[in-house]
């Protein structure tokens, strides 16, 4: 009776607007509906079962286009697969621009990742129906390429229930940050991708996070500008920071497998690691003619680059890890197959264009031997490109050595600034008369209501009262004026000053 009731007034509403629903596509007295691939019910939001047997029965791929089809095809559904950023990486990684270019081979960790996606959506939760009465829980992690979160609510039990899913892959320069901006940054993200669920909540969001130092960033009065913009966004939410080891956050697994970890040469080796080659000496001692009671005297000699990397390559621990990494690499041996002038191999070295080549997974402790070490004292891309030249070479060398340069922290920081000096921060004058100074601003990314998915809040800034007016993100500006004179013009008049951030 009290589903009719409300069908009943639907329709009735319907009627008022003059629209019209299509018999043909309705569906009355049913506990659970198709709609948009899913499947909507009383419990939850749920995969349509047609949709869960296409992942089920899909092959593995066997090129690019096959791997582009099944990312496009699942990305649609990843809300409701924990982690599915982390898990794809390998199969991302295969269609870069620079892997494209290469024959196609799946590697293990692709197809280990292939079948983790598979297992995972036939295996994937139902999602409940977010109540806003009940308590929410988000719980964070971040790991050094990715970062996750889950929102739960509460059943009448107490268990949790997920409600929804978050990640994504970090940008290379996110990557360069530490873990404390990473786990701050996992939050940030999380509360800006679940916002219509998260704003305004009557009880505190519990926020946990396996890293104890968050608990005190709300109250911190010290903040670089970055931390301060993430304050500002996260001051929109009401939500308490919580602590809780990594083994009991369920956040935290997808992030930790080995397999989704960055490889060596990859974009994502911007990451400025602290950690060295092995130190070459650049000094050599020679025996003295003067006898055993002399001491030996330095060479005055100049020392060269280039002997840095005769010492660096007879070094045998530096030479067993050029032949190990020329036996994992294929880029040579395919080069030499297809009978590729630019590479020779003598002995157990490989030259490329008659320098010694880096296997990828060695390229960027090389770069950071040239450019981060004291020795080099940090140049910029022209000055580090030759540094390099003079005695390595690979195939991209300058491509990947701008994009290392370009991510350095240590250069970012030093560098002198271009711009002018920030100007004083000056507080608004008080208006003289109500609605003579406005502002305004949109609260976006709402669940769509009555065909809208935006607010428009526009403000007195004397008296504090307000219009909260439905709109659309889409909406532009000659839009936006006419809901002005619609809405606030013809109520207020013109104002003297617009205060906005866009």
């Given at each position: 009776e009290?589903?009719?009731q409300h069908v009943r007034l639907v329709l009735e509403r319907l009627r008022q607007a003059g629209l019209y629903a299509?018999?043909?596509?309705?569906?009355?007295?049913?506990?659970?509906?198709?709609?948009?691939?899913?499947?909507?019910?009383?419990?939850?939001?749920?995969?349509h079962p047609r949709k869960l047997d296409t992942i089920a029965e899909w092959p593995l791929p066997r090129s690019v286009k096959d791997i582009q089809?099944?990312?496009?095809?699942?990305?649609?559904?990843?809300?409701?697969?924990?982690?599915?950023a982390k898990i794809v990486v390998p199969l991302n990684a295969l269609t870069r621009k620079d892997a494209v270019e290469l024959p196609f081979a799946l590697t293990p960790a692709a197809v280990e990742a292939f079948y983790t996606l598979k297992r995972a959506f036939t295996s994937s939760p139902l999602l409940r129906h977010f109540d806003p009465s009940l308590p929410s829980t988000l719980r964070t992690d971040a790991s050094d390429f990715a970062?996750?979160?889950?929102?739960?609510?509460?059943?009448?039990?107490?268990?949790?229930?997920?409600?929804?899913?978050?990640?994504?892959?970090?940008t290379p320069a996110e990557i360069n940050y530490d873990v404390y901006d990473k786990e701050l940054l996992a939050i940030v993200e999380s509360f800006r991708d679940m916002r219509a669920w998260t704003i305004g909540t009557a009880t505190p969001v519990s926020v946990i996070s396996d890293h104890k130092n968050l608990e005190y960033f709300m109250s911190s009065r010290v903040l670089n500008r970055r931390q301060a913009r993430w304050s500002m966004f996260l001051s929109e939410f009401n939500f308490r920071l919580d602590y809780a080891p990594g083994l009991k956050n369920p956040a935290d697994a997808p992030s930790r497998r080995p397999d989704f970890a960055p490889r060596e040469g990859d974009d994502v080796l911007r990451l400025q690691e602290q950690i060295l080659l092995t130190p070459l000496h650049t000094e050599r001692l020679y025996p003295s003619s003067q006898g055993a009671s002399s001491p030996a005297r330095p060479s005055t000699s100049p020392t060269t680059i280039a002997s840095l990397t005769t010492l660096a390559v007879d070094n045998s621990e530096m030479l067993k890890r050029f032949q190990d990494a020329y036996r994992?690499?294929?880029?040579?041996?395919?080069?030499?197959?297809?009978?590729?002038?630019?590479?020779?191999?003598?002995?157990?070295?490989v030259f490329h264009k008659g320098l010694l080549f880096v296997p990828a997974s060695l390229r960027a402790d090389i770069v950071r031997m040239r450019h981060d070490s004291l020795v080099a004292g940090h140049p910029g891309r022209v000055r580090t490109l030759g540094l390099v030249r003079r005695d390595f070479s690979w195939p991209g060398m300058q491509t990947f050595i701008h994009r290392y340069v370009q991510a350095c922290d240590v250069c970012a920081r030093i560098k002198t600034p271009?711009?002018?000096?920030?100007?004083?921060?000056r507080p608004l004058d008080i208006p003289?008369?109500?609605?003579?100074?406005?502002?305004?601003?949109?609260?976006?990314?709402?669940?769509?209501?009555?065909?809208?998915?935006?607010?428009?809040v526009v403000c007195d800034r004397l008296t504090?009262?307000?219009?909260?007016?439905?709109?659309?993100?889409?909406?532009?500006?000659?839009g936006l004026a006419w809901l002005f004179l619609d809405r606030i013009f013809r109520h207020h008049g013109l104002p003297d000053s617009i205060v906005s951030d866009r």
């Open positions: 009290e589903h009719n299509n018999a043909k596509k309705c569906e009355f007295d049913k506990s659970e509906v198709e709609y948009l691939g899913y499947l909507l019910g009383v419990d939850g939001i749920k995969m089809s099944f990312l496009g095809f699942t990305n649609f559904y990843r809300r409701f697969i924990d982690g599915y970062i996750a979160g889950v929102l739960h609510q509460p059943d009448a039990q107490g268990f949790l229930h997920p409600v929804a899913y978050f990640s994504r892959k970090l994992a690499d294929t880029e040579w041996r395919e080069a030499l197959t297809r009978g590729d002038a630019d590479f020779t191999q003598e002995g157990n070295l271009r711009h002018k000096p920030y100007g004083l921060l003289s008369r109500p609605w003579r100074s406005i502002t305004m601003d949109f609260i976006v990314k709402l669940p769509p209501s009555h065909g809208y998915d935006s607010i428009w504090r009262a307000a219009h909260f007016i439905p709109c659309n993100e889409t909406i532009d500006a000659p």
